[in-house]
């Protein structure tokens, strides 16, 4: 029979097993590979665990980014509807009117624009 490392010997007619029929120094080459290889392996094994340490790192400092971005909106958020609240109890109580107020920022708008071109 054969294999990849070549034929098998015969010892009185039996085959004898693959590592017996290889030498001695085939034999120390193949295992030198091996640990070669194992080494490697091991190599790369870390730098995946490290990887995958720092994707974990990084989600939960995206997590805790995330959660007080949510809360920074949240809070903006009732800010602005207390703020529109108060802007639509002036424009109905009198005073200066929405589109007052508008018509002037729009005024103040052109002027900038023209004063840089």
Not at 4 to 17: C, I, Q, T, V
């Amino acid at each position: 029979m054969g294999s990849r490392f070549g034929r098998r010997k015969e010892r009185n007619g039996d085959m004898l097993p693959l590592y017996e029929s290889q030498s001695p120094q085939h034999l120390d080459s193949l295992e030198n590979e091996n640990d070669e290889r194992i080494s490697k392996l091991t190599g790369k094994v870390k730098s995946l665990k490290e990887l995958t340490m720092n994707i974990g790192t990084e989600i939960t400092s995206s997590t805790k980014l995330m959660e007080s971005m949510n809360d920074s909106f949240d809070s903006t958020k009732s800010l602005l509807s207390g703020t529109m609240t108060r802007l639509k109890n002036v424009s109905k109580n009198g005073g200066i009117s929405i589109w007052m107020w508008l018509a002037f920022f729009c005024l103040v708008a052109l002027i900038l624009v023209l004063v840089r071109f």
